[in-house]
C-alpha cells in the first residue's frame, strides 16, 4: 500500500520553473515530426528520430521540474521510435507507444498548466493515430 501511495505521489510532482515551457516545446517537435501521410510518409522515421535527438540530457535537465508522466511520454515515445527505426521487435516499440499515450492521460486540468493540457492532447492523438497505421500494415 505504501508503495503505491509513493508511486501515485510520484506522479504527482508539479510543473515548476521553466518545465512546462520546456516539455510543450519538445513535445511540439514530436507532433511534427509524427504528422505526415501515413507511415509510408517520406523520412517520417528519420524526422522522429531527430526531434528525439538529447532527449536524455534534456530529460535529466527537468527532472523534478516536470511530472514523471511528462518525462516517461517523452521516454516511451522515444523508445518507440527506436524500435521502428531499427526495425528490431516492432511489437515492443507499439507498447512504447501505447505506454507515452497512457502517461499523456495523466494530463488534467486541475493537475497541469493549460498549454500543457491542450499538447498532451494533440500528442496523443497524433500517437493513437500512428498505432491505427502501423496496425493497418500489420506492424503491430
Known amino acids: 500500500m505504501v508503495a503505491a501511495f509513493n508511486a501515485q505521489s510520484a506522479m504527482a510532482i508539479p ?3 521553466d518545465g512546462a515551457s520546456i516539455w510543450v516545446a519538445r ?3 514530436f507532433i511534427e515530426a509524427t504528422t505526415g501521410e501515413g507511415l509510408s510518409s517520406d523520412g517520417l522515421f528519420d524526422r522522429q528520430k531527430a526531434a528525439c535527438q538529447g532527449i536524455s540530457g534534456e530529460l535529466f535537465k ?3 521540474v516536470v511530472p514523471i508522466w511528462a518525462a516517461e ?3 516511451s515515445f ?3 521510435v527506436d524500435g521502428f527505426y531499427s526495425k528490431r521487435n516492432l511489437r515492443k516499440a507499439c507498447g512504447d507507444f501505447k505506454s507515452a499515450i497512457g502517461y499523456l492521460e495523466n494530463a488534467k486540468p486541475e493537475k ?3 498549454e500543457v493540457v491542450a499538447t498532451a492532447e494533440k500528442f ?3 500517437l493513437e493515430l500512428v498505432l491505427t497505421e502501423v496496425k493497418k ?3 503491430c
Open 15 to 17: 510543473f515548476t520553473d
Open 112 to 114: 497541469a498548466p493549460q
Open 62 to 64: 527537468i527532472g523534478g
Open 27 to 29: 513535445t511540439h517537435k
Open 78 to 80: 522515444c523508445r518507440g
Open 73 to 75: 511520454s517523452h521516454r
Open 137 to 139: 500494415e500489420d506492424l
Open 124 to 126: 496523443r492523438k497524433t
